[in-house]
Every structure is written in structure tokens, then in C-alpha cells.
């Protein structure tokens, strides 16, 4: 419809049903999905790059052209300004969005999944991203992960949410999750769904999702929880993806808070502790399994009248 009552249609094409959308074959439409991710990317390394140029240059001119001082204060500089680069990147992802929004006239947000909001769909997501969180934690102590590995997610990963300041923890609990499920999920599925059924969209969405991390240890774990965010979205709607995005990084966020200050490295868990996890990790998977059945059974809730 074009904003004209049913009667109206009728009349202005000429007395005949008004013809149907075009759907775009798949490539147009994969191709139109990964537009927002590659947005996220490219705000990404073009806001590190400009960060990165301006300290050094201002570095170096404040050491003289000292190579190895301005490397060294540079890295230093680059950490602390972390938070910053993710506010900056994660601002114009949204932007973006939010120009696409507008230039359609604002009628794109129902297909984005911003349909009337179920409260207890979303509470439920915002659980289903702890529990997940506790069982990806659980299973990266128990699983047999290559020392390799472990030191190469430590060195990014680890090293990367070591900032405890307010801004971070901002970033990670709450701005990175909502701009992540625009990029990955709200702007991809208009597009991937005209022309992919529901559990493909799912799958190129999850499978994007982890790729764009990079990190092979982070892949592992980012894959399953893309694929079930998918899920969500397409069940409940982006509030509900959003909410268990929050969840999910909110939890680590907390962990950040909980660490401030601690100076000791974890040590390695005995072989009782690890024995202890399995009945923990199983009680929070099944609390995971029981949420998305919940969510299932509340699918398309959040797009009735």
C-alpha cells in the first residue's frame, strides 16, 4: 500500500489489485545485507586510523622523532582512548542507520523489528544472554582449548576490556549491543528475508556476526550466540535480540567492574573445580534451553495489532 486506504489503491491503478512488491533475487539481497556490517567495519578502522595518526603525530612531536618513545607512549595512548574510538565508531554505525530510516520515511522500522514491544519476551532474552554467557565461560574452562589460542584471545580480547572506566563499561553493556544488533541483525533481515526463507537469513546473519570478531577463540562462541540472537529476532523482534545482546555483555561488563583493582592472575582450576562446573554449565544450559522455548512460543507477538 502506498499510504492510500484499500478502496484508494484500488481506483488509482485503475480498478485493478495494485501489483505486489518486487522481491530482489538473493545476491541483490545478500549484497544489500552486508552493507551495514561492512559500514560497522569501516567505522571501525577509519576511526582507529584517524586516532592512531593523531597520536603519533602529536608524539612525535612532543619526543623529537624518538621512534622507540613514541611507540611506547603511542600503545599506551591507543588503550586508554579504546573507549573512546568504540563511542565514536558505534555513533556513526547508528547515524547511518538512522539516515536509511529517514530518507525511507521512517516506514522501514516494522521491518526492522521495531514492532510493538513485548515486555515479557524481552525480559526473557535479557536472561537468555546471562545464561549464555555463564555457559560460554563454563565451556572455555572445561574444553581442552590449545594454549596457542588461549594466549592469541588474551593478548586481544583480554587485553582490550582490561578499561574498567565508566565510558567502557557503557560501551560494552549497552552501546556496543544495540549498535552490533542494528548492524548485524535489524538492517540485514529487511533485506535477507524478501528473498531468503527465516533460517537462512538466520544463518548469514550468525555466520557475518562471527566472522567480523576475527579472533578465532571469539568466533567459537560468538557463532552459536549470533545464530541463537538471529532466532530471537526473528521470533520477537530486535527488542528482544537487543535485550539479550545487553544481557550477554552486560554480565562481562559486571565481571570488568568485579576485577577493578585485582592485580593476581587467575589460576588454573583443579580437577574438582572442574568437576564442579559440569553440573553448573548443565543447570544453565537447560535454564538457556527452557528461555528459548519460551521465546519460541511468543513468536510474532511483537507484530500484532
Sequence with gaps: MDGRGYGENIRY????????????????????????PAVYLVAEVAVTFVVMFAQTFSLALVNGGDVGAVQEQAAESMSEMLPVIMTVYCALTIVSALV?????????????GFGR???????????????MNLVTSFLMELLPIPQEMLDSYNEGVGEALSD????????????????????????????LRRAYPAWAAVLITGAVFALVHMEPLQM???????LLLGL?????GA?????????????????????????????????????????????????????????????????RA
Design 13 to 36: 491503478y485503475g480498478g485493478m489489485e495494485p501489483p505486489a512488491p518486487k522481491r530482489p533475487s538473493k545476491m541483490i539481497a545478500l549484497l544489500l545485507a552486508l552493507i551495514f
Design 100 to 112: 536509511v530510516v529517514k530518507l525511507c520515511h521512517g516506514k522501514i522500522f516494522r521491518d526492522m
Design 117 to 131: 514491544p513485548d515486555i515479557l519476551a524481552i525480559i526473557m532474552a535479557l536472561f537468555l544472554g546471562v545464561a
Design 164 to 191: 574498567t572506566s565508566p565510558l567502557m563499561i557503557f560501551c560494552v553493556a549497552l552501546l556496543v549491543p544495540v549498535t552490533e544488533e542494528i548492524a548485524f541483525r535489524c538492517m540485514p533481515m529487511r533485506s
Design 220 to 226: 567459537l562462541y560468538v557463532l552459536p550466540t549470533g
Design 232 to 236: 530471537v529476532f526473528v521470533w520477537c
Design 239 to 303: 527488542g528482544a535480540s537487543i535485550a539479550m545482546h545487553i544481557g550477554y555483555n552486560g554480565l562481562s561488563a559486571l565481571a570488568l567492574l568485579l576485577s577493578a583493582g585485582a592485580e593476581t592472575e587467575a589460576a588454573e582450576l583443579t580437577s574438582l573445580e572442574r568437576l564442579a562446573l559440569v553440573p553448573m554449565t548443565a543447570v544453565f544450559a537447560a535454564i538457556a534451553a527452557l528461555l528459548v522455548w519460551g521465546l519460541a512460543c511468543r513468536r510474532g507477538r511483537h507484530v
